[in-house]
């Protein structure tokens, strides 16, 4: 599996920005795509996922209703709409695949095993500041 990802850039507080993840390889229409982000010197955390098999979401607390993950078949390819952007949301924005969005240890249900996506793209840096 191959994931591109796009859209990063500067954008200031308030504002919007859409991520793409252009997806190939894949050798079933049944998968999860998770968009995930890494600040400088915190860790990775998840951001938000879909299973394609039955479109279900997930999304991060701290969200709070400002992004929404989709996917178009059409494509192959995920974006992740961003609004209402805050300084804290300054990162590296990955896009990632799996079987299953609760594989990810930030979606899963208490004591299910767990382990990290299993393919990602290369990044792309998005920068929140006025």
């Known amino acids: 599996v191959q994931l591109v990802e796009s859209g990063g850039g500067l954008v200031q507080p308030g504002g919007s920005l859409t991520l793409s993840c252009a997806a190939s390889?894949?050798?079933?229409?049944?998968?999860?795509i998770g968009w995930f982000r890494q600040a400088p010197g915190k860790e990775r955390e998840g951001v938000a996922c879909i299973n394609t098999h039955d479109g279900s979401l997930y999304y991060a607390n701290f969200v709070e209703g400002r992004f929404s993950i989709t996917l178009d078949r059409a494509e192959n390819t995920a974006y992740l709409q961003m609004n209402s952007l805050r300084s804290e949301g300054t990162a590296v924005y990955y896009c990632?695949?799996?079987?299953?969005?609760?594989?990810?240890?930030?979606?899963?249900?208490?004591?299910?095993?767990?382990?990290?996506?299993?393919?990602w793209g290369q990044g792309t840096q998005v920068t929140v500041s006025s």
């Open positions: 990632a695949a799996d079987s299953r969005c609760s594989v990810a240890p930030q979606w899963a249900r208490p004591g299910s095993p767990t382990r990290a996506f299993a393919s």
């Open positions: 390889g894949f050798t079933s229409d049944d998968h999860a």
